[in-house]
């Protein structure tokens, strides 16, 4: 089936270090939506992109969707322990709605103290 | 004032026992899922539900029957479970908005059941 890759797998970065992830896919969506999981919990939406080329901010992070449709870019700024966590990006393609959601292969955050 | 809630959260149990696990939402959306999500924390949709009747059902076991009661429950009936079956198990729902030509999906997951075959 459809995958979405993302990249990269993982990360190690210090506290207060600026952090970039993206994700590709082989074919267009409509919608991406980024997500975070914490260890024990389900995942958590951050922020959702309609339209392609859109740049949308949730405080520190931001995303983009991609001119081709095919991609998306989430970044952090200032990153802060509690951004620990693995990102998962999903699309869809729906013209109609109830459309599944592909997601990504997941980005895992680190942060060294 | 949990959106999304499932329980059991953990589930040990033997091979070849039958299982469930339920899923409520409290959110008024029309569409309900159960996604898998394996040890590499691959999460792939196995189900979806909108206003109790099944749209959407991947390559998934027979042994795995999907139960819509209400648009605001979604239990997950599990057969004969297998080794390979453990997993956490993710309820969500989402209402889709409509945009021309378009649809969109903002899905919101519960917990997670963590479910081990012994």
């Known amino acids: 089936g459809q995958q979405l890759n993302q990249s990269p797998q993982s990360m190690f970065i210090q506290e207060g270090e600026d952090v970039s992830m993206n994700c590709t896919s082989s074919?267009?969506?409509?919608?991406w939506l980024w997500y975070k999981q914490e260890p024990g919990e389900g995942p958590v939406l951050l922020i959702a992109?309609?339209?392609?080329?859109e740049l949308t901010s949730n405080g520190r992070l931001t995303a983009q969707f991609g001119i081709t449709r095919k991609d998306s870019f989430l970044n952090i700024s200032a990153s802060i322990p509690s951004d620990v966590g693995i990102y998962f990006c999903?699309?869809?393609?729906?013209?109609?709605?109830?459309?599944?959601?592909?997601f990504g292969t997941g980005t895992r955050l680190t942060i060294i103290p | 004032d949990t959106a999304v809630s499932q329980t059991p959260k953990y589930l040990v149990t033997q091979m070849g026992n039958d299982k469930s696990i339920k899923c409520e939402q409290n959110?008024?959306?029309?569409?309900m899922y159960w996604y898998k999500q394996d040890s590499k924390k691959f999460l792939k949709i196995m189900f979806s539900?909108?206003?109790?009747?099944?749209?959407i059902n991947e390559t998934v076991p027979n042994r795995f029957s999907p139960k819509s009661p209400d648009k605001a429950h979604l239990n997950l009936h599990i057969n004969s479970l297998e080794l390979g079956d453990s997993a956490v198990y993710f309820c969500?729902?989402?209402?889709?908005?409509?945009?021309?030509?378009?649809?969109?999906?903002?899905?919101?997951f519960g917990q997670g059941t963590r479910l081990t075959v012994v």
């Open positions: 969500a729902s989402s209402q889709e908005y409509f945009r021309p030509g378009q649809g969109h999906t903002e899905a919101f």
């Open positions: 074919s267009i969506f409509n919608t």
């Open positions: 992109l309609y339209k392609a080329g």
């Open positions: 999903a699309g869809q393609l729906s013209n109609f709605g109830n459309e599944k959601l592909t």
């Open positions: 959110l008024g959306h029309d569409t």
């Open positions: 539900y909108n206003n109790k009747e099944l749209i």
